[in-house]
């Protein structure tokens, strides 16, 4: 295991705890990169991360954002990656983004293979939109007990405090970008955790995510040659995969950038099916609105609405004419699809039952 350099870049991590904290004071006892927790699960939000972030960027600290990801039996790595980029949306970060993987976090008796997958879909999630190749952290024991050696593909920020030469080998991974020494150092008035990082945690130019401005995308509306492996088109078949969009063989795309036939198929099934105009299956704003709104407005749909989220939601259901009619037999879809997700079959399509949908 790689041993601490006098090149290595002194740090700390912190979160809503430490707000308020003297980001000055941090800068004057050699801080010179802050984590910054933004968010944990799919719904929680740390409050002071945007303040933390102006203001440390203002005493001259680079910065970069974490999220506490939760494993389940069911991933829920899409929700969570979408919880992150929006709260990371329109701040400046200066350093690979992190996903903090650790006891917390775990819920079921996971095997290692699908915990670093979740991880790792997580990440790829992150790097198609904001185009950066987050980092992970966890600790020696968690990393020797529950990933795989794939989780090698992520940079390494490991937490363990033995000794502070550097952390113990893990069987996993060989090195680290970051390391994570001690629990109690007092900085800014606050008792922070202390880190040591190399200088590949710093991106080449300051990140600002924002949605729409996915890099590499094609303009809207364009319909220039893709090229192989093109960022922008990654971007937009995760998106189709993610709201379950198929092609016409009824199966899932490879997100592999590439704008080939069965891209192009499956965008003109979401045209179709919410009333856009049909063109030759090009990804534009129309397309990245309505993405948009099927993820974020989710509205209450019951026996009797109609329309294009009537027509979305017959799709997914399978077996149905899309005709946008909630009638008897959506209805009764929708409620076979409750029972078999542990909801209560109510029949009214609303937070629960997209949730289960779509996530």
């Not at 795989?148 to 680290?176: C, H, S």
């Amino acid at each position: 295991m790689r041993k601490v350099q006098p090149t290595d870049i002194a740090g700390m991590d912190i979160s809503g705890y430490d707000a308020g904290m003297d980001y000055l004071d941090a800068a004057g006892k050699g801080i010179r990169i802050a984590y910054i927790k933004a968010t944990e699960g799919s719904t929680f939000a740390d409050g002071s991360f945007a303040g933390h972030n102006s203001a440390l960027r203002a005493a001259g600290i680079k910065t970069g954002a974490y999220h506490f990801f939760h494993f389940y039996a069911e991933s829920t790595a899409a929700g969570q990656a979408q919880a992150f980029l929006q709260k990371i949306e329109g701040c400046p970060l200066d350093c690979a983004p992190a996903i903090d993987c650790e006891d917390g976090g775990l819920h079921g008796g996971l095997g290692k293979g699908e915990i670093t997958q979740q991880a790792l879909d997580f990440a790829r999630m992150i790097e198609n939109f904001a185009g950066v190749q987050p980092i992970f952290y966890s600790n020696t024991a968690f990393i020797a007990e529950h990933f795989t050696a794939d989780i090698a593909k992520l940079g390494a920020w490991i937490a363990d405090t033995r000794d502070p030469a550097g952390p113990g080998e893990n069987g996993v991974v060989a090195g680290w970008v970051g390391y994570q020494y001690s629990f109690g150092g007092q900085v800014g008035g606050r008792t922070v955790d202390l880190d040591l990082f190399t200088s590949d945690v710093i991106l080449p130019r300051t990140l600002i995510y924002r949605r729409g401005e996915t890099p590499g995308a094609p303009a809207a509306q364009t319909s220039a040659p893709a090229q192989q492996g093109d960022a922008g088109i990654k971007a937009y078949q995760y998106k189709l995969n993610r709201i379950g969009i198929r092609d016409d063989s009824g199966q899932p795309l490879d997100e592999d950038g590439i704008d080939g036939p069965r891209t192009k198929q499956a965008v003109v099934r979401l045209e179709r099916l919410m009333g856009l105009g049909v063109d030759a299956g090009i990804w534009g704003s129309e397309c990245e609105k309505t993405y948009g709104d099927i993820t974020g407005i989710k509205p209450v749909l019951t026996h009797g609405s109609d329309g294009a989220f009537v027509r979305y939601l017959q799709y997914r259901l399978g077996g149905l004419a899309a005709d946008g009619i909630f009638g008897p037999a959506t209805l009764g879809a929708v409620k076979r699809f409750q029972l078999s997700h542990g909801l209560d079959a109510d029949g009214i399509v609303g937070p629960l039952t997209w949730g289960a949908l779509i996530g």
